[in-house]
């Protein structure tokens, strides 16, 4: 039996988490954060084949790359659709980073939904509605592996901004309060969008904002 992969990656410019998820040649990525062009050259490199993508939430720094290797690999990406309104905004955050902007023509987003989902064919996958950094904010659980994806809804340390278009700070701490109730083990592997990994033992721990509402 082929073991699943689940790797880090710190692009350039260093920003963002993105997750890269590997299955024999077939691959996926989460937030893929800066070129296209050297998401391209990693898995040309690796001899990994594109199938899916996946975004934890609309800001720019963690689709920049995902329109366009959608284009290039001809493959779906998918963004919870009450953030498809994200798309387009933020271009500054990408000027300071000069990572071209977006373009207006770019491919539209598959629609995500809470729930369980198979990825790569066999690999589960549960997609949680976070909504509070954004409308559309979402986590991703793999049970099997137990690996939680958060993106900006927690942190090691703390919890993602509110006061961006769409943030809602009642929302974002009920999300933490049902992640916090969802009960998933203390070795739970946390990958956040930004900063430190952590456990979800480490979260009960040293996050005091990870806690039942």
């Not at 493959?75 to 933020?90: E, K, Q, T």
């Not at 509110?162 to 998933?184: C, T, V």
Request: hydrophobic share 40%; net charge negative.
């Amino acid at each position: 039996m082929q073991k699943n992969k689940f790797e880090i990656l710190r692009m350039s410019p260093e920003n963002t988490n993105s997750v890269l998820v590997s299955s024999g040649d077939d691959c996926i990525i989460f937030d893929p954060w800066g070129h296209a062009a050297d998401w391209e050259q990693v898995l040309a490199a690796r001899g990994l084949n594109l199938r899916e993508i996946y975004a934890t939430h609309g800001h720019p720094d963690h689709i920049s790359a995902a329109p366009d290797l959608a284009r290039r690999f001809n493959v779906p990406w998918y963004l919870h659709p009450a953030d498809n309104s994200l798309i387009g905004w933020g271009n500054e955050l990408l000027d300071f980073f000069q990572i071209p902007h977006i373009p207006a023509d770019f491919v539209a987003p598959m629609p995500i939904a809470p729930g369980r989902h198979m990825v790569l064919g066999t690999i589960p996958m549960d997609v949680i509605a976070t909504p509070g950094h954004t409308p559309g904010g979402v986590c991703y659980y793999f049970p099997n592996e137990k690996i939680l994806l958060t993106g900006d809804t927690i942190f090691r340390d703390g919890f993602g901004r509110y006061d961006f278009p769409g943030g809602d700070a009642r929302a974002l701490f009920k999300s933490i309060s049902q992640l916090h109730e969802l009960n998933m083990p203390d070795d739970t592997y946390v990958v956040h969008g930004h900063g430190p990994d952590s456990t979800i033992d480490i979260l009960k721990r040293d996050n005091p904002h990870f806690k039942k509402a």
